[in-house]
DNA sequence: ATGAAAGCGCTAACAG
DNA sequence: CTGTTAGCGCTTTCAT
């Protein structure tokens, strides 16, 4: 069904249709009724295709992740989702596994397809392809992860990650613990090096010595974490407290600490970042600093919906914002 | 930058830029590495919004999903993503909520972008919008959730449910429990209605009664599970082993045992189905049913191509198909 | 207030 | 082997 289809059954023009259907022009209130009911009549649809092949936009939004397995996007997706349909836009899924190839390859798909915008989540090191994207006038918003270079340069969207070690890490002093170690993620990632950062910090802050050999380094892949957990506590004079860098990370840690017939939090204390959905259901419940993803997928969106509107009436980008958001401390039992 | 300015670049006609493009035509070899170089010079992509709307076909697939939160669907829409990209296929996300109104308009967005096919997974009771698909020519597979009805009328994929539930329950009764309840999902879904009967079966075959009261149901929301749990657990000769028709349940029981101070596998064993991600680091690692989620995605998928080409070829749909999966037992310590 | 027609970028039938 | 041209379905200017 067509508006050539629904002109002729109206007997007008397909130009009198679409003034109808868009309602941007008047139409004389009698031929509106009856264009309206050959409308609805042949239950038409417009052609989103052709509308934007016409228009020259799509509504239509790439997400690109590492992947959807990865514990914190589901919740990100969910808040992005919601608000990109909330208004009219729809999203592609694209999963990269990091892999340059992969999002070379999704770029250039999604390019052909006249996407509107992108909001990526997976920018690490160099990654021109993306950062480009930006220059090339393709609304963009980086979630999470990024690089200093990028603020200011390309609208982002992420937690104030030093805050987030150094609320954690003066949590713990607080309440007692003398010997916390670093569960971190790759310092490729800027917002770890931040969590770090406020590691060291907050022990700083507190007259605490940072002991290097209290960091252990989840470099992925092969439970190398679980292992390294095991033996950071098989040292003389183990931690009391392990700061975790992300729950996924805390999950594993836990695990191990469990294989040791460790108490937690009685012999040391576990504290996570992220506010996963499993954080409150492991044992001990997890304490954690909520990242409130979902916030920062609705956060993401309307900062893409922003730029793509700001766009199509001026022809070029608003300049980049930035946008922290705020953490908070959930308390449960693994640490406190 | 289009087909005409590489044309005119090339000094040949937008035909032949075409011709060399999809390659189904005879060029000329030395036309076609002007035309390539050309090609190469203005880094020229194609518009796939104008291919579609000329093909009739958009390259693109709905995939929906009451919530990717839902533990279960990140592995899944994994293997869905992954197999269909590898077939040039691009995905739209649609979460639902299992919202008929989110799943219409969703649906209506869909056919107006010219999508070349639907995977569901949140279909339940009547759904009439959702199988009418099928009907009005659009390749549709059902995932996992489904009704009688539709085998044999919609092409689906799932793993044989009753076996889940026998296989089990079984386990539970030859590792010597002899009390076994069920943590049951909402009997609205064909899936957890065959688990059901599994564990019926199990048990009968196994010459114990089956008792309704040791049956109980998430209903969804505000921690009734938990609590659930905790009063099937106080009462005269409870439980030595509870059956919980999804890992998730299973995280929720598992949390109220361990509030009530019981030990598993020592006191009560516990076994899900799914193995999502998280079972393997919970404490105890929880034994479960694995579904084989990335694979179900992967044969979704597969099914859904293989509908696309085949109504490419023939004009029509072809029959529908049915895939069961085998599931595994996952030995882990929550239960054995 | 309405219609005719151009054109978004592409493919394919038809001519040559 | 290559070019011309007619659409795919829509929006919008320009006439009327």
Redesign the interface.
């Given at each position: 069904m067509n508006l050539k289809q629904v002109a002729a059954l109206a007997g007008v023009s397909v130009s009198t249709v679409s003034r109808v259907l868009n309602g941007k022009s008047y139409v004389n209130a009698e031929t509106r009724e009856i264009v309206l009911k050959a409308i609805r009549q042949t239950n038409y649809?417009?052609?989103?295709?052709?509308q934007?092949?016409k228009m020259g936009r799509?509504n239509t939004v790439c997400?690109m992740i590492p992947?959807?397995?990865n514990?914190m996007?589901?919740?990100l997706?969910?808040g992005i989702?919601?608000t990109l349909?909330r208004n009219g836009l729809?999203?592609?899924?694209?999963?990269t596994d990091e892999d340059a190839a992969?999002e070379k390859a999704?770029i250039?798909?999604m390019?052909?397809?006249?996407i509107d915008g992108f909001i990526v989540c997976s920018i690490a090191g160099e990654a021109a392809h993306i950062r480009g994207l930006r220059e090339e006038g393709y609304p963009l918003v980086l979630v999470n992860r990024f690089e200093e270079r990028d603020i200011g340069t390309i609208d982002t969207v992420a937690t104030d990650n030093f805050q987030v070690g150094y609320n954690a890490t003066r949590y713990l002093i607080r309440t007692g613990r003398k010997r916390i170690a670093l569960a971190q993620g790759t310092e490729d990632l800027l917002l770890y090096r931040e969590r770090g950062r406020g590691y060291r910090q907050a022990l700083e802050d507190n007259g605490f010595e940072c002991r290097e050999d209290r960091i252990i380094h989840d470099i992925g892949g092969n439970n190398s974490l679980y292992y390294q957990t095991k033996d950071l506590m098989s040292r003389q004079d183990p931690p009391d407290a392990i700061f975790c860098a992300s729950d996924p990370k805390a999950?594993?840690v836990?695990?191990a600490l469990?294989d040791l017939g460790l108490r937690i939090p009685e012999d040391v204390a576990v504290i996570g970042v992220d506010d996963v959905?499993?954080a409150s259901?492991?044992?001990?419940?997890l304490t954690t600093i909520s990242q409130h993803l979902y916030e920062m997928g609705v956060a993401a969106a309307n900062s893409l919906i922003r730029q793509i509107e700001y766009k199509e009436k001026n022809g070029v980008l608003p300049k980049p914002e930035r946008i922290i958001l705020n953490t908070d401390l959930i308390l449960r039992r693994s640490a406190g």
């Open positions: 649809q417009p052609n989103a295709l052709a934007s092949l799509s997400l992947s959807i397995e514990m996007f589901p919740k997706t969910r989702e919601d349909r729809t999203v592609f899924l694209c999963n992969v999704y250039e798909t390019k052909m397809r006249w999950f594993v836990m695990h469990h959905s499993m259901m492991v044992e001990p419940p």
